[in-house]
């Protein structure tokens, strides 16, 4: 072998060679995303969970988790926040403040979990939306 033989095989292995390795820490990088996503939507529907197990009825006036701060400490501490927001509506579906009292009414429960991607500037979110109605009244 020539030395220009040599010096063009050593040129096409560090290019595949780098090749590889980028494909391998995109790879990874994706990996670790779709994990935490996956995280994140399971901690928003955990939101969700939280305020229907706490019997939120817009007519007893209602109940709001505060926002969460998760650790995730398997995969780089990559916090994880959970916000969690209640919509009053009177039964015309017009939003109030105040609990609707005894009217009939409904609320809706949204809730959201972000994190920053660890190797990115940008922040991936999941958001969850349910429809509470008020509690039927059940006659002795």
């Known amino acids: ?8 095989a050593m040129a096409l292995f560090t290019m595949v060679s780098a ?3 980028s494909a391998g820490l995109a790879t990874l990088r994706l990996t670790q ?3 935490l996503m996956a995280e994140a939507h399971t901690i928003a529907k955990q939101g969700i969970e939280a ?6 009825n817009p007519v007893r006036g209602g109940y ?5 701060n998760i650790v995730d400490t398997a995969t780089h501490q990559v916090t ?8 009053l509506h009177a039964a015309n579906g017009s ?7 005894t009217m009939d009414g409904y609320a809706e429960i949204h809730v959201q979990a972000s994190f920053a991607v660890p190797g990115s500037d940008r922040t991936a979110q999941t ?4 429809v509470l109605m008020k509690d039927p009244v059940v006659a002795p």
Do not use: F, Q
């Open 33 to 35: 995303t779709n994990r």
């Open 51 to 56: 305020v229907v197990a706490a019997g939120y």
């Open 19 to 21: 090749g590889i390795y």
């Open 95 to 101: 939003v109030i403040t105040t609990p609707p009292g």
């Open 1 to 8: 072998m020539t030395l220009v033989e040599v010096v063009i």
């Open 127 to 130: 958001t969850l939306s349910t």
């Open 80 to 87: 994880i926040v959970r916000t969690t927001g209640v919509i």
């Open 64 to 68: 709001v988790p505060p926002i969460t």
